[in-house]
C-alpha cells in the first residue's frame, strides 16, 4: 500500500507534489518523501512520518526544480524503517546521473532477482524490493534511458507502478497486468500522475486517462513521449482498491469509488437480508456500504459506533485490564441507540476474525438484541503479493473455516458476505480484468521462481510468504 | 473550549488520566497536561500538541502517585502559547502546599478580578483569567480548603467547571449555572470525573450522575464529601454543547447527545423541508443531522462530500491559485454522486459565511444542479463569553444579516435554520435550562463589570470583546 | 554562579545580548535566556541548554527591538529546571506592564520574605528567590519604578546584581556590599552591561567603569540616570572570582584576573616549595597557578594531564568497573611524562577531597614517584551563600579535617594551601573589601532572620542549608 | 579526520564502543555511528552530532552483542552529510551476509574505480570514497572473507584503516604504507582496536601493538589470526598526526604525542631564536611547542590569549561590524599581560594566512609592541590526499609566497618555521618513514590513475583536486 505522486516542468513543482501526497496519506502514514530536480542537481527528503509533519515550508524551498515525485508509504515487503523510505536515490547511476524513484506495489520475482544480482556482486543498502529495479537498470546495455527501462522492467514479475525522477526528466509506468491505478492529469499546462484522481482535485487538476497496463511515459519539458512496452497475457486490476483501499471520492480504474460501494451494499442486501432495527456501519471502512444496504433494505441507517479520530502511532496501555480496550481505544458504542436493538454491522472484511469478535462483543454489551454481520465482499482466503499488507494465509479465518464457523467464532447472529459476482458487478467490470486472488486463489502471475514439483499452491504460498520475510 | 479529567484514589491514576484526555480530545487540541499527586509531591507533564504525542510511557512513569487530573485545551480566553497550557501550578499557596488546577468555561469577570489584585501587588505569569481563582484563592482568610474556595468562587462569574489538585486531595466544582458539562463516574471503586461520559466509556468506568451546579466535591483517599456551596438564580446549560461540542456518543446534561442530534435532522426536516435528491452532510459536524434529515424526508443520504482526516496543524499555501482551495483541503465532493442532483447540504452552524459559501459554489462546480443548506440549529447572532470560541458580533453574519440575505450571500438556492424551539425540543429540556445566548443574545449573567451607562448591548459586547483581548 | 548581560539603546540589541551571553557561558551551563523590549512589547525566550544551542536566527529576529538583557544560569538556589530558567517575565505588574528580571548572586532571606509574602497572599510559580524581588516590587507604593525598587531592595539581603527591562526601560542594580561584579561599558553608543568584561571585548565594547555597589542605574533611551539608593556597612567582593569563578582574561573588581591568578602560583611556590621535577596544573582551573608557580621555583611545568573537552552533560556508565574512571572521563595522564618524577600538582581547590584522592592516584599509577598537591587558595572551610554553588559545610573536607589530614586521605606525599594574606595580596587588594567567607566562616551580612538563641554558627548554617533545600 | 574504534568478545562492546568514540571525539565532530553483532543480526546507530548527544542508554541497549565498530567522521571525500555518516552497512554482501565497515582515510583511486564500478552497473547511495570497498568486495571470487579483502585491497590505492563487522567476526586492517595509525590492545580479556591509544586509557584497555602496515587480523570468538597480505614499496606514516592532529597523550607509531610536541618547541627555539619577553601560544594547537620553546629559550610563557570552549557549529554574526570579530569569538586576548610587550606567538601552522594575520592585529591592538611567529613545523606547501582535510594548494599561501612574503601578510615583525630535519628530530624517527607530502610535495604514491602526459605535478593536483571534487 502507498501512493505516488509526480509532475512535470511546473513552477511550484514541489509545493504541488507535496498537496498531492497530502491528499494520498490514506494510501501510506509510515513514511512519506519528495525528489525534486532542477535540470542540473536532484534534491530529496524523506523522514517516518505523516506528510504534514515531514514538509515545512523551509523544506520545500529547499525541493527546487520544475519536476518533482513523491511517495507516501505502508510498508510490504521491507522492514518498517527509514532506509526503507522512498523517493529511493542513486547516484550516477551510468551515464543517467542521478535517478529517484518511488514505487507502488510488489514485485514478486524481487528474491530471485536480488539472489541472482547478489551472485554478480551487487550490494544492498535496503531491504525494499523496489531497490531490484535500479540495480537491473544499472545494469542495462541498453543505449538510452527508456530502452534500458523496458529491458529491466521486462525481468521483473508482479505489481509496479513506478515514477523516475532524472535531473532532466520525468518517467511513469504501470506494470502490463495493471495491479494498481496510476492516472494522469494536467495543471497548469503541466502533467501530472497520480495514484488517484483526489490528488488532482485538490491541486485543480483536470483528469486525462490513466496511465496504461504496460505503459511507458516519458516526460521532458512540455514534451511527453509515451510507449506500450510491457506485455503481459491479461490484465488484473487489483479488486480491493474499490471494495476498501481507495478514497471514496477518487476515480480508480475509471470509475468513482463511492459508487461502486454504494452498490455493494444494495446488491449486499438484496444477496442477504435480515429482519433488523439497525443498520450501523463499523466507521470508517462499512460506511458507504451500509448506506447502500439501508436504502436497499430500507432499515433505518445509524452512526451506532463512534470512531476516535485521534489515534496516535502506538498506544500506552493501562495497568488494569479494561473490557474491550483494544476496539475502544478505536470505537465507542452509542448505549442509547443499540439499546433492545436488533443490529446489522457493516464491514469491508474480515480478516483473523478477532477484531470483529471484539465489535460484536462489545455491540452486544451495549444492549443489542441480535447482531447480524454483513461484509462487502467475499471471504477474504489469500494473501495479496501486490502490494496490499495482508497476513499470512494461515491467519486468514475465511482460509481454514467456512461461513459458519465464522459466525460462530465472532458471536454473531447470522453473517453473510457478499458473492464474488456480486462484488464484480458493483464494480461495473468484466471478471476477467480484475485481480481477485485474495478472494479466489487464483493468481494472475505464475510464481515463476517456484521449480515444478513446488507447484502445490500452499508449499507456494509457504515459500513466497518465507521469502519475503527473508528479504 | 476544552476537556477536563480527574481520578481519585486509583492504582493508575496518570495512565487513566491519559485514557481519559485521550477520550476528551476533540475538546480541544492546542494543548494538554496532567498533574499527579502522590500523597506528598505534586507532578505535572503538560505541553503544546496531542494527547496521543505528548504523553509517553517515560512520562507517566514520572506522573506517580493516586490522584491525578488532566486537561486538553483550546485557547478561548488568553494568548495560545505554552504559558497558557494546564494544568497550572502553584508553589506553597498558603498552607495547602502545591496546588494544581485545570479549568474549562470561561471567567467573564476575570478582567476587573485582575485588576484588583494587580492593585493589590499580585503578579501574574499567564495571561489565563484562571490564574485570577488562584491568586483569590491564595488571599482568602478562610480556616480550610473548603471554605477558601466557596469564599474565592463567590467572586468569579461565569463558566466553570474545575478540578483542584492538592497534595493530598482532589476537590470537583461545577458553576452554579452549570454552563459546562461535568460528570462524576466510578472505576474499580475509585471516583472519577470528566466533562463527557466517552471518556468513563473507554476507562470502563460507571456513569453515576452529573456534578450539580453549584456543588463542590471534595475527595480524600476513599471519602467523598459534597457541598452544595455556590447559588445562581437560574441554570444556564449550554445548549451548543448537544449542537456541535460533545462528541455524538457522549450523555451531556444527562442526555445522550447522538439522540439530540438525530431529532434535530427530523425536526429540521419538519418545519423546513425541500424538494431534492440527495441529503448530503458537510462532514463530520453535519452527519447526525443529515441522518435525521434523510430519514424524515425520504430523500436518499450520502456522503458527498469526503473529509480528509490528515489535516495537520498549519497548511502550506501552493504558489499558484486553486479553486475553493481553502475547503478542498478538508473536503472533497465525489463528482458523480452530486451531478445532476437537487443536493440539501447539512450543517451544524453558519459561522461569517465565508466558508459556507466556498462549499455551496464547490458543490455547485461539481455538478450539483440545486443547494438547498439547512442548519440544525437557529442563527448564530451573538458571541459566546462561557467557553465557546467564537468570533466577535461583528464577524456573525447572522448578526446583521437575514436569513434570505445570507441565502443570497452563500449563493444557496433556499437557506433555512432549525427553530430554537425546534432545537430545545430536540435536545428534550425546558428552555429556561438552557444557555442559548448564542442565538437569542439573552445573556444569563449580567455584565457585572459595567456601569449602568454601558448597559447597551452592542456596547457591553464591545466594551468584553476588547477586555477579552486586552488580557 | 550565573552571568547576567544587558544592553540599552542598540540597533542589534538581541544579536549583542546573544554574543555577549556565549562570552559569559562559563558562569553557567543549565539555561539561558534573553528579554528584549521594542518599547511597547517584551519578547522574551529562555530554555535550558547551551548559548550557541538555545539562540538561532530566527528566535534572535523575534527579539525585536533596542533594549535586551539576558542570563546564563548555573543553579544555585532553586530546583535545576525550565521553569527556574531567567529571564523572568510577570505581565503587567501594578503600572510598569511588563517587567524581565535577571539576578546573578543569592539573596539570603528570599526564605523569611517567601513566607511573609505568601501569608499576604502571594502565589509562586518557581523554587527561584529572585522572583521574591518581583513580589516585592509588585507590592511596593512607591510613585515610580526608582524609588519602589529601592524600597524593594532595601527589604532583601544577600548578593543581587540584577537587570530589568521594563516596556521602555533597562535598569541596572548591584547590592550594597558588592558581592558579584557587574561592568558598565559603551558600544556604538549604546551602554552595555556585563558580569565579565571578556562579553565586553568580544563585542567590541569599551569598559567605562564597574557599576557601584548599592549603585541603581536607569538607561531610557540615550538617558542614564544614577542613584546610590542602597547602602550597607562593609564591602564584600567575592574573592573566588579571581580565584576561580571569572574568565583569565576578564577585568573584575577592576583588576584583570589572569594576573591574579599569575601571582598566586608565585606567592603559592615562595610560601610553600617542594623539592619536585614537573609542576602539573590540573586542567583547566590550575592552568594559571601552575604557570606561576612554576616560573617562581624554577621547575619546568608540564600539561602531563590532557582534559576531554568533549564531555557531554551525562555520561553512560559502562557495566564493567573501569580504574579511576570518573576522573579518566576528563582528565588523561600522559605516561611517559610522569613516569618517575617528583610531580607538583597544582588545583584551585580541594572541596570534598574525593576527586584530588582519584587524580593522586592516577597520577601515581600513571608512573609518578611523589605527588605533592599545592593549592591556590585557603582551605574551604564554610559553604558559601551569596551565590556560589557549594556542598554543606559537613561535606567540605576542610571543615573538619587538618591540612595533614587531608593529605593523608588524599595520598599526597605534601599538600599545601596558599595563605589567606598571600592570598589577599595576589588579588591586590585590602582584606577587608573581600567576602572571604568560605576560607574565614566569617559572613559579612548576619543572619537577619534568626532569633538570638540561634547564633551558634554551626546551628545558623544548619539552618540556613534547610532553609534554602525547603525553598 | 576519523576516529575508528572496535572491540571483539566483549560482554559490554557497544558501551565500550561508546567511551572509544569519545575519547576519540577530537579526531572527527561531524557525525558518529556504532555498528555491534551478536553473532546472527547486525545493530546500527549513526548520526549527524557529539558521541555524548548521539548515543543515549537505549541507543546502547539496542546495539546487542559482543562485538562492535565505531566511527566518529571529520568529512574529507564526499559531502558532509548524514548520508555519509559510517559505519556504512551493507545487507547481504554475498554469502558474508549483512557487513559493517567504518574507514580513517581516504582512497586517491576511488574516482576510478568508481567509475569502472558504474561501467559494470554498480549503483552508489553516497559520495563517500568507502563504498568503492563494499563493491569490490561483493564482486570478489575468493573463497572466503579474508581472501577476497586481500584481493579487494590489492586494488584500492592511498590511506585506509578498516574496521570490518561480519555477523560473527571483526577485521582490521592498515593500508601497507602505514598512513594512519590503528593500535590494538586488550581489556577483561577481549581485543580493542583504535586510532589513538588515549581511547585505550579511557576504559582501561593495555596497550600492545600497533597494526602492522599491510596487515589484516580477523577476530573471532577468541581467537586472533592475522595475515601480512598487502604490500607497498615504502613506509609513509603521516607526520601531521604528531604536529596536530593526534591527542597529545596519545601514543601514535609507537611514540608518546606529547613528547614529540615539547621537543619541536625546543628545537625551534634552537633554529629561530628571538628576543622577546613572553613566549604565548594559540591555544590549544600551539600549546605544547610553546611550552617547549619557553623552556629552550628561557622566555617566560603565559597564556596571553583564552579560548572560548563552548563555540557552537555555527555562529550568528551581528549586523554590525565587529572589529576581529572572526577570531574574537574563539580567542581573547589579555589585555594587561600583552600591553608593552615583546610576544613571541607560537602555532602549529598558518594554511591560509588570513587567520594568522587576524591575530597577530588583535595581539598588537591588545598592546603588544612586537610579534614573532613561530611555526611548529616546516610551510605547509601541498594538500594531503591521505585523509586530512587541508585547501587546495592554490589556497595554502606558503605553496606561492616565501616565508618573508607570509610575514610581511600576516604584519609580523619575524616569521620562522621549524626545518623539516628539526621537525623529523622532534618525531625521533627515521625521515624515510614518514609521509610529509604537505611540506614537500613528494607524495609516496604515484597518482595510478593519471597518463603519462599527466604527469606534471601541478596539473596532477588539480586533476585530483576536481576529482574529489566531483566524487
Known sequence: MCGIFGIANHSDAS???????????????????????????????????????????????RLKGRNAIGHTRYSTA????EGNAQPIVVKSIRNYG???LVHNGNLINAFSLRERLERQGAIFQSTSDSEVILHLLARSEADNLLDALAETLAQVQGAFCLLLLTQDSLIA????NGFRPLNLGKVDGSYVLASETCAFDLIGATYIREVEPGEIVLMRGDDLQSVKALHAPRLAKCIFEHVYFSRPDSVV?????????????????QESPVDADLVVPIPDSGVAAAIGYSQE?????????????????????????????????????????????????????????????????????????????????????????????????????????????????IEADSLAYLSLPGLIR????KGSEF????????????FVDMTADDKAEDRQLDLWEASLKET
Open 15 to 61: 509545493r504541488m507534489a507535496h498537496l498531492g501526497l497530502y491528499a494520498l496519506q490514506h494510501r501510506g502514514q509510515e513514511s512519506t518523501g519528495i525528489s525534486s530536480s532542477d535540470g542540473d542537481q536532484v534534491f530529496t527528503h524523506k523522514s517516518m512520518g505523516y506528510v504534514a509533519d515531514v514538509f515545512s515550508e523551509d523544506v520545500l524551498k
Open 78 to 81: 521491507g522492514d518498517s524503517s
Open 98 to 100: 542521478t535517478v529517484a
Open 173 to 176: 509506468v504501470r506494470d502490463p
Open 253 to 269: 480504474f475509471g470509475r468513482t469509488v463511492q459508487t461502486s460501494r454504494d452498490l455493494m451494499g444494495h446488491i449486499l442486501a
Open 297 to 409: 433494505s430500507r432499515i433505518p441507517f445509524a452512526f451506532g459506533l463512534i470512531r476516535n479520530h485521534y489515534v496516535g502511532r502506538t498506544f500506552i496501555e493501562p495497568k488494569t485490564k479494561i473490557r474491550h480496550f483494544g476496539v475502544k481505544v478505536k470505537l465507542n458504542p452509542v448505549k442509547e441507540l443499540l439499546t433492545g436493538k436488533r443490529v446489522v454491522l457493516i464491514d469491508d472484511s474480515i480478516v483473523r476474525g478477532t477484531t470483529s469478535r471484539k465489535i460484536v462483543k462489545m455491540v452486544r454489551a451495549a444492549g443489542a438484541k441480535e447482531v447480524h454481520v454483513r461484509i462487502s465482499c467475499p471471504p477474504t482466503l489469500s494473501p495479496c503479493f501486490y502490494g496490499i499488507d495482508t497476513p499470512t494465509k494461515k491467519e486468514l479465518i475465511a482460509s481454514s473455516h467456512t461461513v459458519e464457523e465464522i459466525a460462530k467464532y
Open 426 to 429: 458493483a464494480v461495473a467490470g
Open 435 to 446: 485481480c481477485t486472488a485474495c478472494y479466489t486463489g487464483q493468481y494472475p502471475i505464475d
